[in-house]
C-alpha cells in the first residue's frame, strides 16, 4: 500500500490537502483537509447587518458576487424586505454572468490541463487539427493558418525553457489520452479563453461598478440607477452592451466551450464510472422569476437521495447541521454534534501537527473545514446537482434538452452524470443554460424603462427602528461551486451570530461524528492511480469539483503580527 500526499492542490482557490492510500493501482482510502481558518463569521459579530455583504463578498477574489448576494438575501429575509423587479433583474444578470465566466475559466485554466496535454500539442498536424475542430463546430477561428500560428508560438516558448504558465504539469503521464490534435486545439482554446472571460466579465463593470467585488448592492435593492433619459444611470445604450456581451457569450460557450467538452470526454468514456462518491445531491435554487416572497425560481431547488432522480424532495434547511468531529473546533454542546447554522459556532482550536509533517492524524481532527450534512447525509453540490435536480423535475426544459443531447452524443446512459466527467458535462451545460437565459433578463429591464418603472430599491425598512427587535434571517444561492447559504441572526440593530456554509465546505469537508466521507473524500474512492508519484488522476477528480477553499477557510495570525504595509503617494 502507497501513502500519496498532494499538498498543496494547485489550480484552486485556497489550500488543499489529500492523502490517500493506494493499493492495487486504486485508492482505497482519501481525506481532504484545509489548511486555513475563517473567521469572517467572528469578524462581522457587533456591526450593521447592512454592511455584512461588503466584507463577506471579501472571502474570496474568485467567488466575488456570491457572498455578497447571500448575504443581503440573508439581511433581507431577517427584516422583511422585498427588492423591487429591477434590482431582482439586474441581480439575475449579475450572478448569471458570475457562473458562466466561472464554469469557462474552471473548464479551460484550472481543469483542461489534466486532460490536455500540452507538449503533445507541438507535434501536431495543424491541417489535421483544423479538420477536426471544423467537424465539431463552425467557429471561425479554424484554419490551419490558424492552428499553426498557436503551435508555433507555445513551441517557442518551450524551445527557449519558457514554459510559463504550462510548467510544472505531468506531461507525458500514460493517463493522457487525446492525440496531439486534439491537445492543439484544445490549447488554442484555452487561449481564446483567456480572452473571452475578460471580455465578458465586462457585465460586471456595467452593473457594479468592477470586478471582482462590485459595488452596486445594496439591502433592499440595487444602488445603480435605472433611466433611458440619464447618461450617469443603466439606459438604452447599456441593453444595446449587455445584448451584444451575452450574444458573445451565447457564441462561445455553445461554438466552443460545449463542443470541447464533449470531444474531451468521448476520448476518456471510463471516467464516466469513475470518481461517482456520495449518492445524495442538494440545489437550493436560484434565479427568482417573480416577486413574490416565495418566488419561482429559474434554477429549481431539490435534494435527491441515493442517485433516485424520480423523488426528488423539496429543501427545508432546518435539516442542515454541521459537524466538527474531525474539524479544528470546538463546539460548546460537545463536538460530536451537529448545529444548525442558526445555533452554529465559530470557536477555533488547532491540535494538529506543526509543519513539516508527513501525514494527517486523521482519526483525530484534520481540517479547518467543517462537515455539513442534511438530514444526516453527506451531500454533493455543484452544476451536477443542480442540472441533475432540473433533469428530475424538467425545469428549465432547456436544461433537460441539453443534457439528453449530450449523452446521446456520447452513447452515455444518464447514470454517466454521476462520475468526475459528469461533474465537468453538467458544468458546461449549465453554462450554457444560463447564458441563453441572460437574454430574458436583459429584454425584462429594457421592458421595466419602457414602462418608466424605475424603481430599485425598497426603502420602507432601511432604518434600523423599522426592524424588529430580535430577528433571525437566512439568504440561500447557488454559487458556481454550489449551494451556499448565510445565517444571520440581529439583535438591536447589530449582528448577534452570523454563519456561512459554503460549497466547498459541503464538497470538501472531512469525515463527520458518524464517520462518513464528505464528498471530495468519497469520490476518491476506487480512483485509478498509474503513477503514484505523479497523482494526475487524482487531480482530476478534485478538481471536477473546482475547489475553493478560500471560501471555506482563511489564514489567520493568532499573534497578530505586521504583514505588510501599503502606502498611497
Known sequence: MTHVVVDPITRIEGHLRIEAEVEGGKVTQAWSSSTMFRGVELILEGRDPRDAWAFTQRICGVCTTVHAIASIRAVEHAIGVTPPPNARLLRNLIIAAQNVHDHVIHFYHLQALDWVDIVSALSADPAKTAKLAQSLSD???????????????V???????????????????????????ANLMALAHYLEALDFQRRFIKIHAILGGKNPHLQSFLVGGMATPVDPDAQASLNLGTIAELRKLVAEGVDFVSRVYVPDVLAIASFYKDWFSIGSGVSNYLSYGDFPMDDSPHPVLYIPSGVIHAQDLTQIASVDQTKIAEYVTHSWYDYTVGN??????????????????????KRLNVEEK??????????????????????????GLNRPTRAKTLIAAALKQLDAPPSALFSTLGRIAARAIEAQVLVESMGMWVEGLADQMARRDYRIQD??????????????????HEAPRG???????????????????????????PRDAHGQPGPYEASLEGTPVAKPDQPLEILRTVHSFDPCMACGVHVVDATKRELARVRVS
Not at 143 to 150: C, E, K, Q
Not at 158 to 178: D, K, M, S, T
Not at 344 to 352: A, D, K, R, S, V
Open 139 to 153: 467557429w471561425p477561428l479554424s484554419s490551419t493558418a490558424y492552428f499553426s500560428d498557436v503551435r508555433n508560438r
Open 155 to 181: 513551441k517557442a516558448f518551450v524551445e527557449r525553457g519558457q514554459l510559463g504558465i504550462f510548467a510544472n504539469a505531468y506531461w507525458g503521464h500514460p493517463a493522457y489520452r487525446l492525440p496531439p490534435e
Open 336 to 357: 460530536d454534534a451537529g448545529l444548525n447554522p442558526y445555533h452554529g459556532e465559530t470557536n477555533p482550536n488547532f491540535t494538529g501537527p506543526k509543519p513539516p509533517f
Open 366 to 391: 484534520y481540517s479547518w473545514l467543517k462537515s455539513p450534512r442534511y438530514d444526516g447525509a453527506p451531500m454533493q453540490v455543484g452544476p451536477l446537482a443542480r442540472m441533475l435536480v432540473a433533469y
Open 459 to 476: 426603502t420602507s425598512h432601511w432604518h434600523p427602528s423599522t426592524w424588529p427587535k430580535d430577528c433571525f434571517g437566512a439568504g440561500f
Open 483 to 509: 449551494a451556499l447559504g448565510h445565517w444571520v441572526h440581529i439583535r438591536d440593530g447589530k449582528i448577534a451570530k452570523y454563519q456561512c456554509v459554503v460549497p466547498s465546505t459541503w464538497n470538501a469537508g
